[in-house]
């Protein structure tokens, strides 16, 4: 597991930290980052053995939100507790697919979902996470917007102005809701 991050990268996140970028736009030690932080808590803290690198990202109207890493790099520890490099991951990131891409149950072909929410775990009770879905959702409030959200997390999305839209169902052993926000002012 990483090592806690630098006291100033710890901070209460604001929505002026969150960036949005194209694939295209974003900076070898971004992308090396936003990887790093969804292996970190999708594969190796949740368990989850899963084709993350799925092409996805690639695409010209995939969006990639996120707070950037503050600082100079921070050590990083394995999954043994051995520091065997170096952490560039963002306090938290989240993608929003192209118009049209269906995905899973929240999917919708008239709808953006929005998917692969994840906070550092060093990041946790910072606002991080709301920040960026926040960031997402203001800046798409004109769109159906659907997300497959870790059952836990529905009240949280809740508050965003996202409902269920259908039955719970298994992802990777996490059981999972889908949800949809229709077209309308941003909250949260």
């Known amino acids: 597991m990483p090592e806690p991050v630098a006291e100033s990268a710890v901070r209460r996140a604001a929505p002026a930290d969150a960036v949005v970028k194209h694939f295209s736009e974003l900076t070898s030690e971004e992308l090396y980052g936003i990887l790093q932080l969804r292996s970190e808590v999708f594969v190796v803290e949740q368990d989850c053995v899963f084709l993350d690198l799925d092409g996805v990202d690639l695409y010209p109207d995939t969006l990639h939100a996120f707070i950037p890493h503050a600082g100079a790099p921070t050590p990083f520890r394995d999954s043994h507790g ?70 836990y997390l529905e009240r949280f999305y809740a508050g965003f102005g996202f409902e269920r839209s259908g039955e719970d169902f298994l992802e990777d052993g996490i059981v999972h809701i889908p949800m949809r926000r229709a077209a309308g002012p941003a909250r949260g």
Not at 85 to 112: E, I, K, N, W
Request: glycine residues 14%; hydrophobic residues 40%.
């Open 82 to 151: 051995e520091q065997t490099g170096l952490s560039v991951m963002p306090a938290a990131y989240a993608r929003l697919l192209p118009h049209g891409l269906v995905d899973g149950p929240a999917g919708h072909p008239d709808g953006r979902s929005i998917g692969r929410v994840v906070t550092d775990p060093a990041a946790r009770s910072t606002g991080a996470g709301r920040v960026v879905v926040g960031r997402l959702v203001e800046d798409f409030a004109g769109s159906l917007l659907t997300l497959n959200a870790q059952s």
